[in-house]
Nanobody, 115 residues
Framework: QVQVVESGGGSVQPGGSLRLSCAAS????????IGWYRQAPEKQRELVAA???????TYADSVKERFKVSRDIRKNTVALQMNSLKPDDTAVYYC?????????WGKGSLVTVSS
């Protein structure tokens, strides 16, 4: 059974930074595409960033130049470094691991950006 777990959320002032981590049991993350999504109150879940097995990455326009997704092979985790955070970044952040026809999601990690 694959389990996905996010960690590292919290509260930060505008302009601050947070680092989220995604871990999964029973699977080697480096061989899979990992997506970071977020869902703000009363909004649809949206893709924030993704990293592919090749190491290539993609970002939503709203977070380019501020967020960075990376893989730690030794720890078998995928991180989302978030800098220059804005109040609009407030959301629950989810990690998605697609395997075949099944998408495995974590329970999410709350990020609150407020002064």
């Amino acid at each position: 059974q694959v389990q996905v777990v996010e960690s590292g959320g919290g509260s930060v002032q505008p302009g601050g930074s947070l680092r989220l981590s995604c871990a999964a049991s029973g699977i080697i993350l480096g061989r899979n595409t990992i997506g970071w999504y977020r869902q703000a109150p009363e909004k649809q879940r949206e893709l924030v960033a993704a990293i592919f097995p090749s190491g290539e990455t993609t970002y939503a326009d709203s977070v380019k130049e501020r967020f960075k997704v990376s893989r730690d092979i030794r720890k078998n985790t995928v991180a989302l470094q978030m800098n220059s955070l804005k109040p609009d970044d407030t959301a629950v952040y989810y990690c998605k691991l697609p395997i075949g026809s099944v998408d495995y999601w974590g329970k999410g990690s709350l990020v609150t950006v407020s002064s």
